[in-house]
């Protein structure tokens, strides 16, 4: 262990002599399929910094300077998108964020900030996870084993600070941050850590992390598919209620009802469409026609892509970090599953209705006990994205927007992330679901806020 903390501390330093403090990174032009070429480059920085033997990582991004070089700058726009896991390099997120921003950019520089792990920041490429070969909870331990003592690096804390490195190497003073989804959670890390660095921030369908449970999706969901359902022209009636004769249908002759609830979990993403969708699936399988519903359920291409674009180990390796669990991350295996019982047991016996408590939380659609084979957290802890009780200074301005129908993220979260931002304002963005303004780029009315916010700030 001594000689590989050793040679670890030379490649260390031998990457921190090739970029020296206060140099600014080199540029270089970069195609990531916008409609123009932008200018890619990276930082060095501490793997982990409370072990610096751990050695050091490269943060990439990439650049769109303002196309106006005549006039003096606006400012600079940094972007860091969600998952946690989404490389922010990525052609689509930068095609996304630039049409959203396109009236802003001829006298302001847009940085695109690659999350340590993803995309152009080493991203984590462990083959049996991302390509779903092997059952989950096995194939996250050999992530875990893959990436040895460095498991712990991947915070959202370091990625704070990460950022900050890329601003302050580029020599940009104050920015604004536009974050979405996971993105939320990190700009409000980078608020915490770096307030004086903010001219002001956008979370755009932010969350709190602070339930293990994450107990205001689900009705989010059930809310969302009544409200799209009494908006359509040709659907009637209480779709929930539909909804719960269809889960108590599946039940009655044993059919996995986890295709069903993952669907419904995901709806807020292409809100109201999914959620109409659903709703004339489960409208016809009441009156004995499946066909429509077996089509909807029927499971998709194994795999999350290509990790350069969406590096699912490093989604696993945050949310095992970051996130409340139901067990206590430091007790053995055997401990948490009695903790996790426990968990189910202490909820009350309809908080998922239609579906069971055990049946709800232990599925893979909630997504809740992904982390159980994940180690434990080395000793002195990790730090929290955001520190308990913390409350945003009033030196920068907030926009927070969150989707009528969203159910990945909810707008009761939404209203809790505003109450740790006094100076900030909330837009619910009418009939439509997550993230908005990036799927929708022409056609959301957030986006009018977001541009608004921006020539403002």
Known sequence: MRLVSLAAAWVLGVLLAAAPAGAAPQLHRCDLGAARALRCGHVVVPLRRADPGLGATRIGFALRPRSDRRQPSLGTIFAVDGGPGYASTAAEYVRSVGAALAPLLRRRDLVFFDERGTGASGAI????????????Y???????????????AYTTAEAARDMDAVRAALGRGRILLYGD????????????????????????????????????LYPAGLRALDLACRRAPG????????????????????RSTDPLLRFLLEAGTLAPRSYLSLEAADRRYLRGDPRRLDRLLAPGP????????????LEIAVECNDYPLLWDPAAPFAGRLRQLGASVRALPAGAFAPFGRAEYVLSAAAHLTNCLAWPAPPPGGLEAPVPAGWRAPRGFPTLILAGELDD???????RQVKARFPR???YVVPNRGHVSSLYFPFRSPAVGRIRAFVRRN
């Open 302 to 313: 194994l795999g999350h892509g290509k990790p350069r674009d969406i590096s699912y180990g």
């Open 125 to 136: 490429d462990c083959p049996d996870l991302q390509r779903a070969t092997m059952q989950e």
């Open 138 to 152: 096995i194939a996250i331990g050999q992530c875990a084993e893959k990436l040895g003592p460095a498991y712990a």
């Open 181 to 216: 989804s996971y993105g939320t959670l990190l700009g409000q890390a980078y608020a915490a850590r770096f307030p004086q660095r903010l001219r002001g921030l956008i979370l755009d369908s932010p969350y709190p992390a602070d339930d293990p449970y994450y107990r205001t």
């Open 424 to 426: 900030s304002s909330l």
């Open 408 to 414: 990945v993220t909810s707008v009761t979260e939404a």
């Open 235 to 254: 659907c009637s009636g209480d779709a929930s209620r539909r909804f719960a004769r269809v889960v108590r249908r599946f039940h009655s002759i044993r």
